[in-house]
C-alpha cells in the first residue's frame, strides 16, 4: 500500500506560483496513475490534473488548462503540481491521490490512496 505526503503549499498573492510536491512511500509510484484535487471551504472536491502509469498522458481540468503542469519521477517517487498565474479561485487544499491502473481518471472515488493534503491560499 502507498502512502502520500504533499508539500509546498503556502499564501502567494493573485498572479504568483507555486510548485506543490507529492511524495510517495511503501510501493513505487511507477504501479499508479496519480492525480491532484482541490477542496475549497463549503465546495466538493474537485478535480486538478492526473498522470497516467505509463505514458505519462496528461489531463487537466477547463480551470487550470495552460496554467498548471502535472510531472512524475518515479526514480524519486514524487508527483509534482506547478503552478502558475494564480488566481484567488484556486485557493483550496491541494490532495494528491494514487490508483493502481495504467491510466489517470477525473473522478476522485477512483482512487483509493490520498494524502493529507497542503494548503494553498491565493490573495487578491
Known amino acids: 500500500q502507498v502512502q502520500l505526503v504533499e508539500s509546498g503549499g503556502g499564501l502567494v498573492q493573485a498572479g504568483g506560483s507555486l510548485r506543490l510536491s507529492c511524495v510517495a512511500s511503501?510501493?513505487?509510484?511507477?504501479?499508479?496513475?496519480m492525480g491532484w484535487f482541490r477542496q475549497a471551504p463549503g465546495k466538493e472536491r474537485e478535480f486538478v490534473a492526473a498522470?497516467?502509469?505509463?505514458?505519462?498522458?496528461?489531463n487537466y481540468a477547463d480551470s487550470v488548462k495552460g496554467r498548471f503542469t502535472i510531472s512524475r519521477a518515479n526514480a524519486k517517487n514524487t508527483v509534482s503540481l506547478q503552478m502558475n498565474s494564480l488566481k484567488p479561485e484556486d485557493t483550496g487544499v491541494y490532495y494528491c491521490a494514487a490508483r493502481a491502473s495504467p491510466l489517470s481518471d477525473r473522478r476522485s472515488s477512483m482512487y483509493p490512496y490520498w494524502g493529507q493534503g497542503t494548503q494553498v491560499t491565493v490573495s487578491s
Open positions: 511503501g510501493r513505487s509510484i511507477s504501479n499508479y496513475a
Open positions: 498522470i497516467s502509469r505509463s505514458t505519462g498522458s496528461t
